[in-house]
């Protein structure tokens, strides 16, 4: 059974052994799409980490050099920076690659991030790979991966901790064409969905009612390590939501460089309220496309009020520290076992589900409960007390003897009713956001196999 799996399909670039500049940086088509020049000119994402769990990142391919920060392997054997497949250099790539040289190789949409890489482990490590990314300096996590052996709730705990610090989990619905997948079907996780040249939704694209955005996934170019995985190239090509989630987390980051003092929910706000709507969707948000498609230039400069802490995160997870409200919110690859295409690497066995819970549900029960037990008791002692006083009202009436203590001129004068204001307007609901999917197979696995 796979454990996690990345959310890209991805074949060999062509041009072997190593495509020429020309066709790297022409064949990011997504970059014209950003108008990075326009981007650029407000945001690099300097100052702002973010950390990717995936499979490991090259630390030495040119377009990613001097970009990695000490990164994380829960289990201790440094592969955060040894991948075992092209996968996590992709995403890397996608998000603060520098290129080389004259104009060649990959550029990221944020090139002056910091990349903390963190391996996604052989069990189920995620979650401690968030809690580790929050506490060494990461303002947004991409999680371009998706497990089939852990449910959301063994990620409910790790996504309420980064969101108390103000950091943005963003993870790739899948690409299987069904349902959101985990852990992007998470409260408090922004789900990211892939769409094409013409801003059309991928057809394996995973979709629900948690889905919030969409981004580039189709037909696109990143850096790849040369010694292990199936590109064995410094560049691929492939599809799938885990570049669109990468091209998400990218967009994040250049809006907290921005705006260093927004919560994760208002970083999602802007991005979701600057979004390009989908042709032909009249009713956002929708369950294949969200509230639409990412455009990092407006949202680094058009004029949206912050909001609530919690902003489009769905609700349920814990509020950040400064005691704001509270916010909520993959790619994924073959449905086989070994290694192929970009985002499609081997299966990562042994993830098992994580017999404990988080305590949040347990804690609400009782509260609930609570709550229900002194309302009906307070029912109940007002029905007493106004039964009570109908009967020695009819016992004054009738010249019977005023209780014991009664004061003079017993029973009171009786009170209109509905003498009281009415309670306040409460807040609209947090905003709606659309589920997502699974992984789908990897066509490319060592070149042509299905994964």
């Not at 020309?22 to 981007?39: E, I, P």
């Not at 769990?53 to 000490?70: F, W, Y």
């Not at 955060?80 to 092209?86: H, I, R, V, Y």
């Not at 819970?357 to 009782?366: F, V």
Request: net charge neutral; glycine share 14%.
């Amino acid at each position: 059974m796979l454990g996690a799996t990345a959310l890209t399909a991805g074949v060999l670039f062509s041009g072997a052994p190593v495509a020429s500049a020309d066709q790297v940086r022409d064949g990011q088509w997504a970059n014209s799409y950003f108008g990075l020049d326009k981007v650029w000119s407000v945001s690099k994402g300097d100052g702002v980490i973010v950390a990717v769990i995936d499979s490991g990142v090259d630390a030495s391919h040119l377009d990613l050099t001097g970009s990695l920060l000490p990164g994380y392997d829960p289990e201790g054997q440094g592969r955060e920076t040894k991948p075992t497949d092209e996968h996590g250099t992709g995403m890397a790539s996608l998000i603060a690659g520098h290129g080389h040289g004259d104009g060649e190789g990959v550029v990221g949409l944020a090139p002056g991030v910091k990349i903390l890489p963190v391996y996604r482990g052989e069990g189920n490590t995620m979650p401690q790979g968030i809690k580790w990314a929050v506490d060494h300096g990461a303002k947004v996590i991409n999680i371009s991966q998706v497990t089939t052996t852990s449910g959301p709730e063994d990620f409910v705990e790790a996504v309420s901790y980064a969101l108390q610090h103000k950091v943005l989990v963003v993870a790739g619905s899948g690409n299987d064409a069904g349902a959101v997948r985990t852990p992007a079907n998470t409260p408090g996780v922004l789900a990211v969905g892939a769409v094409d040249k013409n801003q059309k939704i991928w057809g394996k694209s995973n979709y629900g009612p948690e889905l919030m955005l969409t981004a580039p996934g189709v037909g696109i170019v990143t850096a790849a390590p040369e010694t292990v995985g199936s590109c064995r190239n410094p560049y691929c090509i492939g599809d799938g939501t885990s570049a669109a989630t990468a091209y998400v987390s990218a967009a994040a980051a250049l809006v907290y460089a921005k705006y260093p003092d927004l919560t994760a929910g208002q970083v999602a706000n802007r991005l979701v309220k600057t979004a390009a709507a989908p042709a032909g969707v009249s009713q956002l948000p929708d369950s294949h496309y969200g509230y639409g498609t990412i455009q990092p230039y407006k949202a680094l400069t058009a004029n949206v009020p912050a909001g609530s802490a919690q902003g489009p995160l769905a609700a349920g997870a814990a509020a950040p520290s400064t005691g704001a409200e509270t916010p909520k919110s993959n790619d994924s690859g073959g449905a086989g076992a070994g290694t192929g295409g970009l985002g499609s690497p081997e299966a990562v066995p042994g993830v098992q589900k994580s017999s404990s819970g988080s305590p949040l549900p347990l804690i609400l029960g009782i509260g609930g409960a609570l709550v229900v037990l002194i309302v009906v008791v307070t029912v109940i002692a007002v029905a007493s007390s106004r039964k009570r006083n109908r009967a020695q009202n009819f016992q004054a009436q009738a010249g019977a003897p005023a209780p014991y203590g009664a004061a003079p001129g017993w029973p009171p004068q009786q009170q209109p009713y509905g003498q009281q204001g009415h309670p306040g307007q409460q807040p609209p609901p947090p905003y709606g956001y659309p589920p997502q999917q699974p992984p789908y197979n990897n066509p490319y696995q060592d070149g042509n196999q299905s994964r």
